[in-house]
């Protein structure tokens, strides 16, 4: 299974916003150079990352973004089921598969990725960022 690159700027900006000092706002424009990510691309993902509470975002002078929430209480299997359009490791109906009705290989692999779930459900954006201050320098991010 491969996540979309939705996933992955997704948590990208989650593990940016956990290393930042706590009174410190960070902007789209910050994490897309650091990241070397289109900025566009990371203003739909911010956006979302609001809607689901994950990221705080604030307007004006002063503003900026920052977590919504303690790194060690945002889940990662949370985040992927969030930000994943879908789940589903096959499509057995485009094109249409002559053997559907009696092939396992969905079965085995829909389990495949239940497993893959419950391995990111034992971890936290927090177990991502333990090594803050190595991932502080190689972000450019001032303590």
Do not use: W
Not at 36 to 42: D, F, G, V
Not at 111 to 123: P, S
Request: with cysteine; net charge positive.
């Amino acid at each position: 299974m491969q996540l979309t690159r939705y996933t992955d700027y997704s948590l990208r900006v989650l593990i940016f916003l956990a290393i930042q000092p706590p009174e410190r706002r960070s902007t789209i424009n910050e994490i897309a150079d650091r990241f070397e990510i289109s900025r566009n691309h990371l203003v739909k993902i911010v956006h979302r990352l609001g809607q689901l509470g994950y990221v705080t975002t604030m307007r004006g002078k002063g503003g900026g973004l920052h977590l919504g929430a303690s790194p060690e209480a945002i889940n990662l299997g949370a985040v992927v089921r969030d930000t994943e359009a879908t789940l589903d490791v096959i499509n057995c109906a485009e094109p249409a598969c002559p053997v559907a009705p009696a092939c396992r290989l969905k079965g085995v692999l829909n389990e495949a990725r239940d497993a893959f779930l419950t391995v990111l459900d034992r971890y936290t954006l927090a177990d991502l960022v333990a090594n803050r201050s190595q991932l502080a320098a190689m972000l450019r991010v001032d303590s």
